[in-house]
């Protein structure tokens, strides 16, 4: 059946190839100032078709003044270019047939000395830039990401979930973060936190890519999510900056600079976050004891309070050695340190009555600092895109978390007790790439290299309790522990393009060796494991015409599990929370497929899409009575997991006054558990829905409005209840578009909360959490810098 299946295939592609047999014309061509013959960037291009005035295609140039349209039919064209402050270019009848398959037009532009008075910029971003491979969203053109953190803004990202708490999904599943496409220390375990204080007005654009080709690693069920920093490569000396006063004391502040005045550009931003975090949860459970069965009932509300402060900076240089090697060198530096004040009033009872009622305080010192540095070398070659790069990014991540517990009872009617927690955790990470990257001709391109990645995580844990008879501190052997944890991954992949008229293919293969090796140094354990995977990758493409595209797309991802989750000693939130990890636990892999469509049209871009996964050894949490008392959490392996779902990326702009932006999604999930003692399989179907829209009342006055909803989702325990939240924002522009004034509102309703539901035969819990979540800013930006003369300041759409 495969095999007729795949004839099939073949000969649907051989038709297709001989269908479009006429429709693989190409013109190409670099554009220079005519006098000084320096590449210009920006140029609008336009191909027209003899005897008709209407535009066929339109390009602009890169930044070498390259330009390029391909898949043009038989018949008789002219190339029209044009840009501001020189003349416009018209060509000569050019003809596309048997015999002229590919034109190669360079063009020279002239009057680049005219002067001009003044020039106002009519183009700019879309909020959403959608492609077949992947969704852009553009920070820069979202009010809210003026004033709010990088959590805040990844919430109108498509396809992107975040709850309460900050954890970042995509696709209802887990997502590997990148910053600057590289892998940060920070956007593991503590990803939530540093997501939650990372300005946004820091970030340049957020890139979704649901499944990446072998270039890339394969970590993540749900794909990447590539949070790319500010760097203004603009000439002359630029910058901008922004401050903002919010509610309950909150305040931040960001500027960044760049200074190019040819072959070196310098650049460096600073950003301060001050902010405000309460969260109230209630959290009932009935517990039985599993050797009794005897019911125990606890109730605990806890009041959780901090107040964050984070620093993140950035300085770096490239310069460009000639016309073919260029370097660069850049580094990070991010720190959050907070004070948290947390009370958990608790009761615990069964059949005879109230057992206990006490309040546990706790005060914690806590920060978090990352410094990396990254250098990379760039070779063209003669050729366009022909090039070689090698890139090194080594980043140092530690973390202390000095927690101090008092519990104060009253009945029984006992003295105060108090222990304490000092958690010491440091990540070292580096990563080498060699990347080539050759095109061989106008339809095939070639890509291969090596990319590794070396990470080591150490966790330090000191617990002691206060010993009344001796009137001291005392280590408490069962919170004392230390585990290291090494990863070392050595990966070589390659990729291949290959172009057929309408039609598309890219394959790719990533083989991996992973060397690891779990450290129980409290116990002199050590636990190693190695293996080798490879991951390959399809994408097929097939343009039915300039505005519809269908892509089928394939790969095999893996996502491996932390040191935290690996690490077998236990970490006690309380005396009744226990959370263990498990140094057995596998890599899960996903199988995951993909259809997709894009039809764009007049200012209308829809981009639906089908999806379907396969995955087995997922990670779950499960949860379960140690006794009477205590409940110990600990990651499992799922015998397999299955979801199939559909969602569409709807953007239209109406007009030169609304934007909208609407992104549904529907996804079945199917989960089989019975490894784990779960005799049936458990399903759910659940839905989600983001819409961003932006009114333009005057040219400087805009309002915005974002909203998503989240329906019920499913855990192999329970389930999650639905949650929904509201922002509003205007902005107002002043002193010539230069700055800005804009007011945002985050959950207006004050809707946003959590709500957990666990069943199992031994346990019954309801957890509800809600937070401090409206929060209202008042800010100011500003943009300023001096352009080189250069003739690149905006290009014309009057053709």
């Given at each position: 059946?495969?095999?007729?299946?795949?004839?099939?295939?073949?000969?649907?592609?051989?038709?297709?190839?001989l269908?479009?047999?006429?429709?693989?014309?190409?013109?190409?061509?670099?554009?220079?100032?005519?006098?000084?013959?320096?590449?210009?960037?920006?140029?609008?291009?336009?191909?027209?078709?003899?005897?008709?005035?209407?535009?066929?295609?339109?390009?602009?140039?890169?930044?070498?003044?390259?330009?390029?349209f391909?898949?043009?039919?038989?018949?008789q064209?002219?190339?029209?270019?044009?840009?501001?402050?020189?003349?416009?270019?018209?060509?000569?009848?050019?003809?596309?047939?048997?015999?002229?398959?590919?034109?190669?037009?360079?063009?020279?532009?002239?009057?680049?000395?005219?002067?001009?008075?003044?020039?106002?910029?009519?183009?700019?971003?879309?909020?959403?830039?959608?492609?077949?491979?992947?969704?852009?969203?553009?920070?820069?053109?979202?009010?809210?990401?003026?004033?709010?953190?990088?959590?805040?803004?990844?919430?109108?990202?498509?396809?992107?979930?975040?709850?309460?708490?900050?954890?970042?999904?995509?696709?209802?599943?887990?997502?590997?973060?990148?910053?600057?496409?590289?892998?940060?220390?920070?956007?593991?375990?503590?990803?939530?936190?540093?997501?939650?204080?990372?300005?946004?007005?820091?970030?340049?654009?957020i890139?979704?890519?649901?499944?990446?080709?072998?270039?890339?690693?394969?970590?993540?069920?749900?794909?990447?999510?590539?949070i790319?920093?500010?760097?203004?490569?603009?000439?002359?000396?630029?910058?901008?900056?922004?401050?903002?006063?919010?509610?309950?004391?909150?305040?931040?502040?960001?500027?960044?600079?760049?200074?190019?005045?040819?072959?070196?550009?310098?650049?460096?931003?600073?950003?301060?976050?001050?902010?405000?975090?309460?969260r109230?949860?209630?959290?009932?459970?009935?517990q039985?004891?599993?050797?009794?069965?005897?019911?125990?009932?606890?109730?605990d509300?806890?009041?959780?309070?901090?107040?964050?402060?984070?620093?993140?900076?950035?300085?770096?240089?490239?310069?460009?050695?000639?016309?073919?090697?260029?370097l660069?060198?850049?580094?990070?530096?991010?720190f959050?340190?907070?004070?948290?004040?947390?009370?958990?009033?608790?009761?615990?009872?069964?059949?005879?009555?109230?057992?206990?009622?006490?309040?546990?305080?706790?005060?914690?010192?806590?920060?978090?600092?990352?410094?990396?540095?990254?250098?990379?070398?760039?070779?063209?070659?003669?050729?366009?895109?022909?090039?070689?790069?090698?890139?090194?990014?080594?980043?140092?991540?530690?973390?202390?978390?000095?927690?101090?517990?008092?519990?104060?009872?009253?009945?029984p009617?006992?003295?105060?007790?108090?222990?304490?927690?000092?958690?010491?955790?440091?990540?070292?990470?580096?990563?080498?790439?060699?990347?080539?990257?050759?095109?061989?001709?106008?339809?095939?391109?070639?890509?291969?290299?090596?990319?590794?990645?070396?990470?080591?995580?150490d966790?330090?844990?000191?617990?002691?309790?206060?010993?009344?008879?001796?009137?001291?501190?005392?280590?408490?052997?069962?919170?004392?522990?230390?585990?290291?944890?090494n990863?070392?991954?050595?990966?070589?992949?390659?990729?291949?393009?290959?172009?057929?008229?309408?039609?598309?293919?890219?394959?790719?293969?990533?083989?991996?060796?992973?060397?690891?090796?779990?450290?129980?140094?409290?116990?002199?354990?050590?636990?190693?494991?190695?293996?080798?995977?490879?991951?390959?990758?399809?994408?097929?493409?097939?343009?039915?015409?300039?505005?519809?595209?269908?892509?089928?797309?394939?790969?095999?991802?893996?996502?491996?599990?932390?040191?935290?989750?690996?690490?077998?000693?236990?970490?006690?939130?309380?005396?009744?929370?226990?959370?263990?990890?498990?140094?057995?636990l596998?890599?899960?892999?996903?199988?995951?497929?993909?259809?997709?469509?894009?039809?764009?049209?007049?200012?209308?871009?829809?981009?639906?899409?089908?999806?379907?996964?396969?995955?087995?050894?997922?990670?779950?949490?499960?949860?379960?009575?140690?006794?009477?008392?205590?409940?110990?959490?600990?990651?499992?392996?799922?015998?397999?997991?299955?979801?199939?779902?559909?969602?569409?990326?709807?953007?239209?702009?109406?007009?030169?006054?609304?934007?909208?932006?609407?992104?549904?999604?529907?996804?079945?999930?199917?989960?089989?558990?019975?490894?784990?003692?779960?005799?049936?399989?458990?399903?759910?179907?659940?839905?989600?829905?983001?819409?961003?829209?932006?009114y333009?009342?005057?040219?400087?006055?805009?309002?915005?409005?974002?909203?998503?909803?989240?329906?019920?989702?499913?855990?192999?325990?329970?389930?999650?209840?639905?949650?929904?939240?509201?922002?509003?924002?205007?902005?107002?522009?002043?002193?010539?578009?230069?700055?800005?004034?804009?007011?945002?509102?985050?959950?207006?309703?004050?809707?946003?909360?959590?709500?957990?539901?666990?069943?199992?035969?031994?346990?019954?819990?309801?957890?509800?959490?809600?937070?401090?979540?409206?929060?209202?800013?008042?800010?100011?930006?500003?943009?300023?810098?001096?352009?080189?003369?250069?003739?690149d300041?905006t290009?014309?759409?009057?053709?």
């Amino acid at each position: 059946m495969y095999k007729k299946l795949f004839l099939i295939f073949v000969q649907l592609v051989v038709l297709t190839v001989l269908a479009n047999a006429q429709n693989n014309g190409v013109v190409t061509g670099k554009i220079t100032d005519a006098a000084s013959a320096q590449p210009l960037e920006f140029v609008t291009v336009a191909v027209m078709v003899q005897g008709n005035a209407a535009i066929y295609k339109q390009e602009v140039t890169n930044a070498k003044g390259i330009y390029k349209f391909a898949g043009l039919p038989d018949g008789q064209y002219y190339i029209v270019a044009s840009f501001v402050g020189y003349d416009r270019f018209k060509s000569a009848e050019l003809r596309i047939d048997a015999s002229h398959r590919k034109i190669d037009l360079n063009i020279s532009l002239g009057g680049g000395a005219k002067k001009l008075n003044e020039v106002e910029v009519v183009a700019k971003k879309p909020l959403y830039s959608n492609t077949i491979d992947r969704k852009v969203y553009n920070v820069d053109q979202d009010v809210m990401a003026k004033s709010g953190s990088a959590s805040e803004v990844l919430q109108n990202v498509p396809l992107v979930q975040v709850d309460i708490d900050g954890n970042v999904s995509l696709r209802n599943s887990t997502a590997t973060i990148l910053i600057n496409g590289k892998v940060s220390p920070i956007m593991g375990k503590n990803a939530a936190a540093a997501l939650q204080q990372l300005p946004a007005n820091s970030i340049e654009k957020i890139e979704v890519i649901t499944n990446p080709s072998a270039k890339y690693k394969p970590d993540g069920t749900g794909g990447i999510i590539n949070i790319v920093l500010k760097k203004n490569v603009k000439k002359g000396l630029n910058g901008s900056v922004t401050a903002n006063m919010g509610n309950q004391e909150r305040y931040n502040a960001n500027a960044n600079v760049n200074y190019n005045p040819g072959k070196v550009n310098i650049f460096g931003s600073y950003s301060i976050k001050q902010d405000d975090r309460l969260r109230l949860t209630t959290n009932n459970r009935s517990q039985a004891d599993p050797s009794t069965s005897a019911l125990a009932y606890y109730h605990d509300e806890i009041s959780a309070r901090s107040r964050p402060f984070s620093n993140t900076a950035l300085i770096g240089m490239d310069y460009a050695i000639d016309d073919k090697n260029s370097l660069g060198l850049s580094g990070n530096y991010y720190f959050r340190k907070m004070h948290k004040n947390d009370i958990t009033l608790k009761t615990v009872s069964n059949s005879s009555g109230l057992l206990a009622d006490y309040d546990r305080l706790r005060k914690n010192y806590e920060y978090e600092r990352e410094a990396d540095a990254t250098f990379f070398f760039e070779h063209n070659f003669k050729n366009e895109g022909h090039k070689i790069r090698l890139e090194f990014n080594a980043a140092h991540s530690p973390e202390v978390e000095d927690n101090h517990y008092t519990n104060t009872y009253r009945v029984p009617v006992t003295p105060n007790q108090l222990d304490n927690t000092l958690i010491k955790q440091t990540a070292d990470n580096q990563q080498l790439t060699l990347a080539y990257e050759n095109p061989l001709s106008e339809n095939t391109k070639l890509e291969f290299g090596y990319d590794g990645r070396y990470n080591r995580q150490d966790l330090d844990f000191y617990g002691e309790a206060y010993d009344a008879t001796q009137q001291r501190f005392v280590a408490d052997a069962l919170k004392t522990n230390r585990f290291i944890y090494n990863e070392n991954i050595h990966a070589l992949y390659g990729t291949v393009e290959q172009a057929w008229r309408k039609f598309g293919l890219m394959l790719g293969l990533r083989a991996e060796y992973a060397d690891i090796k779990s450290h129980l140094i409290t116990t002199a354990t050590t636990i190693p494991n190695h293996y080798f995977k490879v991951y390959p990758t399809l994408h097929l493409t097939y343009q039915l015409s300039d505005s519809k595209q269908l892509q089928l797309n394939y790969s095999r991802r893996v996502r491996r599990p932390e040191g935290d989750d690996l690490n077998p000693f236990a970490e006690y939130a309380d005396p009744t929370n226990i959370r263990v990890g498990n140094p057995h636990l596998l890599p899960e892999i996903i199988h995951s497929v993909e259809l997709g469509y894009q039809w764009k049209h007049n200012g209308f871009t829809i981009l639906p899409g089908i999806y379907y996964r396969y995955k087995y050894n997922g990670f779950t949490s499960i949860t379960t009575p140690l006794n009477s008392t205590t409940l110990v959490t600990t990651q499992q392996n799922l015998a397999n997991d299955q979801a199939v779902g559909a969602d569409v990326v709807f953007s239209a702009s109406i007009g030169d006054k609304l934007n909208i932006n609407f992104t549904p999604n529907a996804f079945y999930n199917q989960i089989d558990a019975s490894n784990l003692g779960y005799s049936t399989k458990k399903n759910t179907f659940t839905w989600s829905a983001n819409l961003n829209s932006s009114y333009v009342i005057t040219k400087s006055t805009m309002l915005q409005i974002n909203s998503n909803y989240k329906s019920a989702r499913l855990t192999p325990q329970g389930r999650y209840l639905p949650s929904f939240v509201l922002n509003l924002g205007a902005r107002q522009d002043i002193f010539h578009k230069k700055g800005s004034i804009y007011f945002t509102l985050s959950d207006v309703f004050k809707s946003q909360r959590q709500k957990a539901e666990l069943s199992s035969p031994l346990l019954v819990q309801n957890v509800y959490t809600r937070s401090n979540s409206r929060i209202g800013y008042l800010g100011l930006s500003y943009n300023f810098g001096v352009m080189k003369k250069k003739k690149d300041l905006t290009f014309d759409n009057s053709l």
